[in-house]
């Protein structure tokens, strides 16, 4: 598939407007899933703990139709793989040229020996989320977790 322009744009739980938008090149689509390449968009340095996002930095985006989280695995400059973060996120939306997604605060950093690191409930709860978006969020987690043990596509390479 030839590469095409996309705005990736990510909305912040409970809200309606974009906390930010980058873009991106959709580098493969299929029925269930669609994957970006994107340029770490931030002159800034985030420092995740075991790793930190850097300028030159390049994210493959992996977006599922019925998955409600989405998984960036993150490479260095030099093509290094650095680890994934995945967003425990309401189902994404998929419009013609803007992938749209809804963050639930929820987070899963995942380490290239496969240590999986859960991050943010806090700030899930301070949502006061329905006993559904926390099921949901719950079973996104576990089933993340599965897709790590079983080494499931985007985590091969542990």
């Not at 994107?38 to 930095?57: I, N, Q, R």
């Not at 929820?106 to 496969?114: N, R």
Request: with cysteine; net charge negative.
């Amino acid at each position: 598939m030839i590469a095409r322009d996309v705005t990736i744009t990510k909305v912040k739980a409970g809200q309606q407007q974009a906390a930010f938008s980058y873009s991106g090149d959709i580098v493969y689509r299929d029925d269930e899933m669609i994957v970006a390449r994107c340029p770490w968009p931030s002159s800034k340095v985030v420092d995740l703990g075991p790793f930190a996002l850097e300028p030159g930095d390049i994210f493959m985006e992996y977006y599922y139709r019925s998955q409600w989280f989405n998984i960036f695995a993150i490479y260095d400059a030099a093509g290094a793989l650095k680890g994934w973060y995945c967003n425990v996120t309401a189902p994404v939306e998929i419009l013609s040229d803007e992938i749209r997604w809804h963050d639930l605060e929820v987070d899963l950093l995942v380490l290239p020996d496969g240590t999986a690191l859960e991050l943010d409930w806090d700030d899930l709860e301070k949502l006061h989320p329905s006993p559904q978006v926390r099921q949901q969020a719950e079973q996104a987690l576990a089933t993340l977790h599965r897709w790590v043990r079983e080494k499931r596509a985007p985590f091969r390479q542990l």
